[in-house]
């Protein structure tokens, strides 16, 4: 019983926060991440404590990828980021995947990364600002940046198969060639 109030709180507030980041104008002058327009940089902590700059990945396109533990479709979407993550071509590629868990704890992100067998980046966004800071209504979401910095696919919601995401990166390259 006390988990279910313990989980029932942390929806709670975890609604509460996406409802503001709903009403923010995020944190870009006032723009919202939008298709075109540079990714917002941030900075925030992956599981060993290390600090992880997006800015810092300018030059590799980049998965980002918005989600939470008790999210049943994020859950579901996981073993394709992990069949992406570990394709050869899209390594050469220089792609990186960010998953940036929103509001859980180290330990509790841990558990469940080893658990799947995942291994791609985890970013720990424990205080949800750059959850707010993308406008992140719904979860799953997953925002593609190209090696420019520039947002060039959102999706809102899971990808149902690992062909969805192969599809937006191969999009996303060929805006960047065109």
């Given at each position: 019983?006390?988990?279910?109030?313990?989980?029932?709180?942390?929806?709670?507030?975890?609604?509460?926060?996406?409802?503001?980041?709903?009403?923010?104008?995020?944190?870009?002058?006032?723009?919202?991440?939008?298709?075109?327009r540079?990714?917002?940089?941030?900075?925030?902590?992956?599981?060993d404590?290390?600090?992880?700059?997006?800015?810092?990945?300018?030059?590799?396109?980049?998965?980002?990828?918005?989600?939470?533990?008790?999210?049943?479709?994020?859950?579901?979407?996981?073993?394709?980021?992990?069949?992406?993550?570990?394709?050869?071509?899209?390594?050469?590629?220089?792609?990186?995947?960010?998953?940036?868990?929103?509001g859980?704890?180290?330990?509790?992100?841990?558990?469940?990364?080893?658990?799947?067998?995942?291994?791609?980046?985890?970013?720990?966004?424990?205080?949800?600002?750059?959850?707010?800071?993308?406008?992140?209504?719904?979860?799953?979401?997953?925002?593609?940046?190209?090696?420019?910095?520039?947002?060039?696919?959102?999706?809102?919601?899971?990808?149902?198969?690992?062909?969805?995401?192969?599809?937006?990166?191969?999009?996303?390259?060929?805006?960047?060639?065109?």
């Amino acid at each position: 019983m006390a988990r279910v109030i313990k989980v029932a709180g942390a929806l709670f507030l975890l609604m509460v926060v996406l409802a503001a980041a709903g009403c923010s104008g995020g944190s870009d002058g006032g723009q919202a991440p939008a298709l075109g327009r540079a990714a917002p940089d941030f900075q925030l902590q992956n599981l060993d404590g290390q600090a992880i700059s997006l800015g810092e990945l300018r030059g590799r396109p980049v998965i980002i990828n918005f989600w939470a533990t008790w999210c049943g479709p994020c859950r579901m979407e996981m073993p394709a980021l992990q069949e992406v993550y570990e394709d050869r071509e899209w390594a050469e590629r220089g792609l990186i995947i960010l998953a940036v868990n929103l509001g859980e704890s180290a330990s509790a992100v841990r558990k469940f990364m080893e658990a799947n067998r995942l291994s791609f980046t985890v970013l720990l966004d424990t205080e949800q600002e750059v959850g707010m800071m993308y406008n992140i209504s719904a979860i799953p979401t997953t925002y593609f940046v190209d090696n420019d910095g520039i947002i060039r696919h959102i999706k809102m919601g899971a990808f149902r198969e690992r062909s969805e995401i192969d599809r937006s990166l191969l999009n996303m390259l060929m805006k960047v060639e065109s």
